[in-house]
């Protein structure tokens, strides 16, 4: 989210859905110094996780895994080191794990390898399924990886390009529960948080503040927002009780088009608590006006403006 003016982050958005329900779970908000975290989210024992690359984090994933929960996280080998129980002079000690030379030697075959994840003197059993792209994804990827080396001002590696092919999905579900297919069938649906965020963007236009980071006007829109929405999604949930949107069943239809009958309804019934009234339209234009800028809204040049006035005092305008 952006205050007025910004070209960067001002604020961020940590949300948690429910994937069953596609319904808000937990949002936090703050500022942009806060990076995504599981520590922003109340989670139990028994909760499943699914989680974007951004949460390679061991010293928030060892004590919720430890704690009982579980993950299914898209890995970046850049950011958390996975190990293997070591073999040869290494016998007994964990070895850190050379994605580039493992997946070279899997041969574009999807394969699920046991692996340990430490922190601190704390090491939890997990399992790495690495996916190989199909050719046509795999070269767009390769693509993309020499586009982002472009734009840094280098050529990318060899293992970049090795690693641009492969999906890499570390959880602590054993295999006998998520196999590397349904790993990366279930890593998919993660899209859905992806969409809501898009819905929050679109009819409510959550990521675009009308005050400056820090004010309490600022406090009070962003909350407000959230109020909104959390509203919302409970009477889009109660009208359509029986709209087959869930995704533990086959479903007729996405939240959007829901979402935007209720909120067309809820802003209409707004607007009707509040009819016009002559005194307060000064009010209303004031709150309708933009805000300070540098650049002036754009008007007429000076010179057609006067010779503008002229006609009209010559009675030859017809404006």
């Keep these: 989210m952006q205050e007025p003016g910004a070209t960067a982050t001002t604020y961020r958005l940590h949300i948690a859905i429910d994937l069953i329900n596609l319904s808000l779970h937990q949002v936090e908000v703050t500022t942009d110094k806060e990076g995504e975290n599981l520590d922003h989210y109340t989670l139990a024992a028994g909760d499943v996780v699914l989680i974007d690359r951004g949460y390679n984090q061991p010293k928030t994933l060892v004590p919720f895994i430890d704690r009982g929960g579980d993950v299914v996280l898209r890995y970046n080998v850049h950011s958390m080191n996975l190990y293997e129980d070591g073999e040869g002079d290494d016998a007994g000690r964990l070895v850190k794990i050379d994605w580039y030379t493992r997946l070279r030697k899997l041969g574009k075959r999807p394969s699920c390898v046991p692996v340990w994840l430490c922190h ?183 010179p057609i403006l006067a010779l503008l006035n002229q006609c009209r005092e010559m009675a030859l305008s017809r404006v």
Aim: hydrophobic share 40%; glycine share 4%.
């Design 120 to 302: 601190g003197n704390k090491r939890i059993q997990g399992y790495l399924h690495a996916i190989p792209l199909p050719e046509e994804k795999a070269a767009q990827a390769r693509r993309k990886a020499k586009q982002r080396a472009k734009d840094k001002g280098r050529n990318p590696s060899t293992e970049a390009l090795c690693l641009s092919e492969w999906v890499l999905i570390f959880t602590s579900l054993p295999p006998e529960v998520l196999c590397t297919t349904t790993a990366s069938a279930l890593y998919r649906v993660r899209w859905q948080v992806e969409l809501v965020i898009k819905r929050l963007k679109s009819l409510l236009n959550v990521d675009e503040l009308r005050a400056h980071k820090g004010s309490k006007l600022a406090e009070l829109y962003l909350h407000g927002k959230l109020l909104y929405a959390a509203v919302l999604e409970k009477m889009t949930q109660s009208r359509f009780a029986n709209a087959k949107r869930k995704l533990d069943n086959p479903r007729r239809l996405t939240d959007w088009r829901l979402w935007k009958t209720v909120a067309d309804d809820l802003n209409a019934g707004i607007k009707a608590c509040f009819p016009v009234d002559a005194r307060f339209e000064d009010d209303n234009i004031k709150s309708l006006s933009e805000r300070p800028r540098k650049r002036t809204l754009q008007c007429l040049p000076s």
